[in-house]
């Protein structure tokens, strides 16, 4: 380097570098901050696995089934499910029954099938084969309102059970309100001890006994309450069969179940008393008590004495299926997800719903320990053709 | 240490950008009933907020499910109800509940008062008096007018169950139907046309969002009441259905939306109906209870029957009494057959004189002693046949019932005999002789018997033209002609 001469040289005036955009302040502090915003938001993303989907493969896997469908439309299951690589595309298939009817032929293009019950499950397993999976059961009830469960039970047809949420029917009883021995019209509500302003016969409303698995198991319990308490066999399945019709005609034409529409606000008008699964009942319970802090108390349910146990199969068809199946059965956060859905889990878990209901400040309810055997397979069939106008299934039962 | 953040950043911004893809814009076709028309701003906000795009096409629920069942293009359909085509017999199509509107009257207002509470036999009544004229939907084609006729038929068959083939063999429609002031292709066009004859009608049979909503359009000079029949709602929850299996992604989008608070909240406010959703609170003329609702026939050949009886309102319509008055019928039967009179011309219900119906009474014992021909008018006439038998005499020269019948298919025309007796034919023709000269009868023949008539040969005649003998012996007279009324 040269040393200072006399003549100035021109000299540089070396300025700091530009501060980076990124160090000014007017920069940093929204910057910090929505960063800060975006690093949350990835973690809480990468902890409910969410982040990783981009990068994974998820399976898209296809499945038909009719009222279980409310299971895979939850957001929790299905957040669960992609977090495992997989989205569930439901199909509805109307009624249970109707999946082993599958007149196009295009059951087996789904990677499963989840009928309501076992009945109809094994009449598609029977068909269609694929591999089966157990992976929670719900009791067959009546949703009744209030004052309609009130009614029966100052006729002696049911009674209330502790906790004010639960009564238990007496189904020879009930019955007969429908079909009151030695002929006649069925009783009107208006016409009870303790009337309901309600000029309609007296019937549990449900869906076609040809399509849905609650109304065919519905159609067994009638049947075997009107049979003394007895599952019709090949002998007899006609001849109870024809007896019980008229409980069925009351009705008319029969509604797609009354699983939702139960708790729409106008419930009441729609189907005041009608055959339900308790899975369904339990999880408006449980979400009217986080959304107000107290059941709902106008909506009650009615176990029959004859009890029936619905257990939903899943039926897998393909690889994707069973990888359903295997996470349902065996993934905690899906089984719990289940109970909250008001769902009871196998016997290994059988005290797991009434421990929620009791976390959550609802009753427990007291299903009967009598079974209502539903006649065997053949001769539920011979009485359903009867009963219903049902296209044919066309299975080798 | 900036790279790193700066990749983040990125990360989260793609990340952040994934989940709010939108999907591409799609087009559906959709198959609609009519009175859906009023849904073009929601349906706006459904294609700004999910990119489908519906395309109603517009068809009366009763003519649309006829059209689905036999087959349409369309990728959807959006009914009223899923019940018509149900009753077809083929494999439902899935189905979404998306809101509710029961079927009502809408009176006005300074008619109501009457009606407020009212059933379907009070409204029934009042129609056939000429004191309730209103204008209804051609059921033929619209599902507000074949859930009327379903209503009333259910309410005046009065079992409590589902209308069966058996009880819509005698037509209790007609008093109801002689109230129908204009008909109109569908819900939509009855609506128009009740704003232009709003000064000469009553009211306007249809939904409860209709009502409501013409309520607010400031259309009327006087507003509308809603009456819910309280012995039987039909109620409408307007199922959207996915007809191409193909189109389900796009579906699945839009009954995700519909059922989504803010829609629901949109349909309520913009449309009046009733939304599905009970976390979203109603306005308060959409809390009003709206009732029981009545079972729904099961089967197709009910609602042609119903169908049928529709096609006949407004045919004049004659019926011949031929009435026993010999001095067996003295004390408790001539009695019944005068309170029978009175109530059928007073009392309303389903089985009340209507107007327009010509009823002729023939008298007899030994002879044909009176005929007196009433058409009825309006609230004069009905006063006169409800007196008509008050005064009459019992005659002692014997029971001439096979002369009395022969006069009566002399005046029948093309009209019904009712026989009313309580004894044994003893005067006039024999049943040989009126055989012989009746040989094909020309009119439906009942016979309503009390005491010791002998039926036999009645009811070989009665049977003859189609009609039957029922015995007042059981139960009383009046519910002996309520059996029959409407049976032609």
Redesign the interface.
Known sequence: MVAKSSTEEPSFTILDPPKSA?RRKRFLLPFGI??GI??A??IA?FASG??A??FKQVTVVSAMMASKSVYFQDSEVRRILMANGIDV?V??S?GSR?IARD?QERVREFDFVMPSGQAAAELIRDRFGGRVYFPFASPLVLGAFREYAEALEAEGVAKGQEGGLYYTLDMVEFVKLSLPEGGG??K?WNKLKQPV?????IVAQSPNPCDSYSGSAWLGLVAFAANGSVAPNEQNALEVARRVKPVF??????G?GIG??F????G?????VGVMYEHQYMAHQFDTVA?TGKPDSERVLLYPDTHHRTEPWLIAFSPAGERVGDLIRNNADLRRRALELGFRLDNQDSTALPDLLAARGLPEPAPSLTEGFLPKPPDLETMIREVG?C?EIRVPI | MRRPVLLLVAVAAVLAGCTSVKPEPTTLTVLASSELADLSSVLADLRRDTGVELKLDYEGTVRASEQVAAGVDHDLAWLSTNRYLKLKDVDLPPSATTMLSPLVLGVKAGQAEALRGASWADVAGRAAAGGLRFGMADPRVSGSGMAALIGVATAAAGTGAALRSEDVTCDKLQGFLTGRAFGAAGATEVVDEYVKRQDEVDAVVTYESAVLSLNASGQLREPLEVVYPRDGIVLSDYPLMLLKPDKRAAYDRVVQWLRSPTAQRAIMERTSRRPVDPQVERTEELREPIGTALYFPGTQEVVDALLAAYDRAGDPRRVVFVLDHSTSMAGERIAGLREAFATLSRAGGFDQFRVGETVVLVRFAGTVKEERSVVVRGAADLEALAGALASAELATDGTAIWSALDHAYRIVGDGTVVLMTDGENNAGMSADDFLAAWPNPPARTYAIRFGEADPVELDRVARATGGRVVDAGSGSLLEAVKEIRGCR
């Open positions: 990124f929505s960063a975006a690093l938001g990835a993303l969410t982040v989907l981009p595309r199909s509805d109307g109707e007149r019209a069925a009107t302003d309600n000029r309609n016969q005609e009351i009705e008319g034409l029969h797609s939702t529409t708790f729409y606000p106008d009441r008008s729609s189907a005041p959304r106008r296209p």
